[in-house]
């Protein structure tokens, strides 16, 4: 065919013989431009339909991913809002043990301390199967991924299985990294609201301002919460970036791409036709 004509004139760059100089090397590079063109213009069609079928079901991928990150969100969103009303200190009832003397204002901090740990602790253990879910939903749905492609990727089956697998790590990895970090914050929101709930201010007969203490619990769990969401986003965009990646290795943009073309002008020949070959 016209590709193997085309690279039958080219051999003698990467042989072992010596090389061949054309009498007329200005028109033997014009004529390889030309019938390179016309290769390009044969597999226009091909690899635009192969970079958007794979494009298609990398898409598919991020979508099949996305409601299980949904889940992550709604569920830190249950949980802060129970842990809120568990924590809530601005009412009739705790202001006036908050305000009716050290020993009531004691006795309610140490009850909200063992509130705090009690449902962060159930935070971890309600949140821990959504986690669980996502790293077997990333291997799952990729493995999906590596049969709908297999057909239509340009890739070799060995290149192919090997982009699969390397994305399957890189996502299971990020997934296991993005429960670490939030189980980090949780410990970390843990931590503050204990002090909070310390006792500070209950000496000499002053217990703490009812308001300044729901206050900072409602900073300390918007701050977690407004964490927890960016690093689930933060782990929603390396699926992009990293199933972008994929489509560029699996099918290579369309005849046309500036990374397609090579350079005539270079010296060096091996790399010509190393890039013609591709």
């Known amino acids: 065919n016209n590709m193997n004509k085309f690279l039958e004139k080219l051999r003698p760059l990467s042989g072992s013989e010596a090389p061949r100089l054309p009498q007329d090397p200005v028109g033997m590079r014009q004529q390889l431009q030309e019938e390179l063109e016309e290769v390009k213009a044969r597999l226009q069609p091909y690899m635009a339909e192969a970079h958007e079928l794979v494009g298609w079901n990398l898409e598919g991928l991020r979508q099949q991913l996305k409601p ?90 060995a290149r192919l299985s090997r982009c699969v697998q390397v994305l399957s790590r890189k996502l299971t990895l990020k997934a296991k990294a993005l429960h670490t970090r939030i189980q980090q914050n949780l410990d970390q929101l843990r931590d503050e609201l204990s002090r909070a709930f310390a006792g500070t ?68 020949s091996g790399k010509v036709l190393s890039k013609l070959q591709a």
Do not use: C
């Not at 809002?81 to 305000?99: N, P």
């Open 201 to 268: 201010g209950t000496e000499e007969g002053v217990g703490p301002d009812p308001q300044m203490l729901s206050e900072e619990v409602r900073q300390r769990l918007q701050a977690f919460r407004q964490d927890t969401y960016l690093q689930i986003a933060a782990f929603t965009r390396a699926i992009d970036q990293e199933t972008e990646e994929v489509q560029q290795q699996l099918a290579p943009p369309p005849p046309g791409h500036s990374a397609f073309t090579p350079e005539f002008q270079q010296t060096d």
């Open 68 to 157: 299980y990150t949904m889940d992550l969100m709604e569920q830190v969103a249950l949980r802060v809002q129970e842990l809120q009303e568990q924590l809530r200190v601005v009412g009739e009832d705790t202001k006036a043990q908050l305000l009716g003397g050290v020993d009531e204002a004691r006795a309610l901090l140490q009850e909200l301390q063992s509130r705090v740990v009690n449902h962060t602790g159930r935070f971890r253990e309600f949140f821990h199967p959504y986690a669980e879910s996502l790293v077997s939903g990333i291997g799952r749905h990729v493995q999906e991924l590596h049969r709908r492609v297999a057909s239509h990727a340009p890739a070799s089956p």
